[in-house]
């Protein structure tokens, strides 16, 4: 699939694409004169009358999934096609398929981009003199995963010696070092981890996880008997082949009863690593990779890579054993309430933004001047309804129960005891005055202190201060390789703006235009 278009082409005379394939048929249409696009099979005719209205993006600050979609209307097919005789001979148009993209004269019909592909839905058709409608949607967010493999349980074919209590629990995947935390004071602290399965009783084996480790060692706890020891971690196989990271407890005293209650302290080591490699899989960026690599998502590798950096400087520590949760659902439940990011529908697929709430003007892609290829159409306009003043992360939970041993709290009361201050929260205190308003997160995948702090000073700068947005009608010929999540600069000299700073929400395209809303992260600085 095609490259974006490159600057020139986004100067020269570029079409949309609709293929509707229905009926043993392909139907094709371009959003300007009729084009004959070169292909491997030959030449494609497109004919000219495609309507097409749409945006690309969505609320930078959102987790809801939105399936991407484009409507189409007075569509009208080749004179020899009566669609209501095919409808009546059994073909069903709301099981026919589209395709959107854009093409540039000089590319090929394989050098195409392709926007997106999905099902025709609410199809709307009449007699043949009639036009028809329908609208393309690509469920980009429908994973059919389970992040834990069916196979991957405690079963009489995979562990025949198991602790019976045992059976059908799921192998767990465990990330980081949970279990170890420091207190307020800085001194460390300890608590359950992440579950021991006792897999074999007689040989005193505990699965501890399943997949590879970088750790060689781990605690097992029996939280029954009250004792504890350190063991050496084996790679292992179950009954069915899978590689297993497994303990075996017979040499050091440990108490192995069925019915016994075991868990694991990661103290010296990490959990999750590649199978390829000894380096663990700690970093948010690099956990989330790896939990989206595991769905049956269609993913923007290219995207996500770039991001990862930034992703990168939180730490998590978990376990996941639930046998039901696909791959996306753990990443919307657990991962993407702690950071600055969206996903969101792309031509390559899903497309990890992140809210640069700190960005500066050397991150800015492109600078914007109002005027005839700038067209402010919206006044300025305030978003946030209801800054908060006050940021609690709830942390480090005790193994196997939802209580938080830990939290981080920064308020804009510098006379706050126990918390800490942030400039957004001090100057939303400032300027919304009364009972501060809370904002509280709890997290099951954090043990790491600094990486809490960093949660919660983050959320006081995304969500202290009431954001400004505007809207601008640009040239597709000047700015038509921006993207949703970009930097720009922006000067407008009617409503006071001088190369600011702001971020690119979303882009809503016709055959001609490219409206962009962009939106301005809050500067305690200068809004206080």
């Known amino acids: 699939m095609g490259q974006p278009l490159t600057a020139a082409e986004a100067r020269s005379a570029w079409v949309y694409l609709l293929e509707l394939r229905y009926a043993s048929r392909v139907f094709r249409w371009s959003s300007g004169e009729r084009v004959t696009v070169s292909s491997a099979d030959g030449d494609l005719q497109f004919d000219s009358g495609l309507p097409i209205d749409w945006t690309d993006g969505s609320d930078l600050l959102s987790i809801d999934s939105q399936q991407r979609s484009i409507s189409f209307d007075a569509l009208y097919l080749p004179d020899d096609v009566d669609i209501a005789e095919l409808v009546a001979a059994g073909y069903d148009l709301a099981a026919a398929t589209g395709e959107v993209s854009i093409w540039a004269p000089g590319r090929t019909y394989e050098e195409r981009i392709l926007l997106l592909s999905g099902r025709v839905l609410a199809p709307v058709y009449g007699s043949r003199d009639e036009p028809i409608a329908f609208t393309v949607e690509e469920r980009l967010y429908d994973d059919a995963s389970l992040l834990i493999e069916p196979t991957a349980r405690v079963t009489k074919e995979t562990w025949p010696n198991a602790d019976p209590a045992m059976m059908g ?161 753990w990443v919307t439940d657990n991962l993407l309430p702690l950071l600055p990011v969206s996903v969101v529908g792309g031509a390559d697929g899903l497309r990890v933004i992140v ?112 954001r400004r947005e505007v809207t601008y009608e640009l040239d597709p010929a000047r700015f038509g390789t921006l993207e949703a999540g970009q930097v720009v600069t922006l000067t407008d000299s009617e409503v006071f703006f001088n190369e600011a700073i702001a971020l690119v929400q979303s882009i809503a395209w016709s055959s001609t235009t490219m409206t962009v809303q962009l939106v301005f992260p809050s500067d305690p600085a200068k809004d206080a």
């Open 355 to 466: 809210f640069r709430h700190d960005a500066r003007a050397l991150d800015a892609v492109d600078h914007i001047v109002a005027g005839p290829q700038a067209l402010r159409v919206s006044s300025v306009g305030y978003v946030l309804d209801e800054p908060v003043q006050r940021v609690q992360v709830d942390y480090a939970p005790r193994g196997g129960t939802t209580e938080s041993l830990r939290s981080v709290i920064l308020s804009g009361d510098p006379t706050e005891p126990g918390a800490g201050t942030h400039r957004a929260l001090r100057a939303s205190a400032q300027r919304y005055p009364g009972a501060l308003r809370t904002m509280r997160v709890e997290t099951q995948i954090v043990y790491d202190g600094a990486t809490a702090q960093l949660i919660a000073s983050t959320l006081a700068s995304m969500y202290g201060l009431a």
């Open 169 to 329: 629990r799921a192998y767990p995947i465990v990330i980081g070092k949970p279990g170890r935390f420091e207190e307020a004071d800085g001194t460390e602290a300890k608590t359950l981890g992440s579950p021991a399965l006792l897999v074999d009783v007689a040989a005193k084996q505990f699965l501890v996880a399943g997949h590879h480790t970088a750790a060689t060692t781990v605690r097992i706890i029996n939280v029954t008997k009250g004792e504890a020891r350190d063991e050496t971690i084996e790679l292992s196989v179950d009954g069915l082949g899978r590689e297993v990271t497994i303990i075996d407890g017979s040499g050091t005293g440990l108490s192995v009863v069925e019915g016994d209650e075991y868990w694991c302290r990661w103290d010296d080591g990490q959990a999750l690593a590649g199978e390829s490699s000894t380096a663990a899989i700690r970093q948010a960026g690099d956990v989330l990779q790896y939990i989206l690599n595991r769905s049956t998502l269609r993913v923007d590798q290219g995207a996500l890579s770039s991001v990862l950096r930034l992703l990168n400087r939180y730490r998590l520590d978990c376990y996941i054993d639930d046998p039901e949760v696909s791959a996306w659902d």
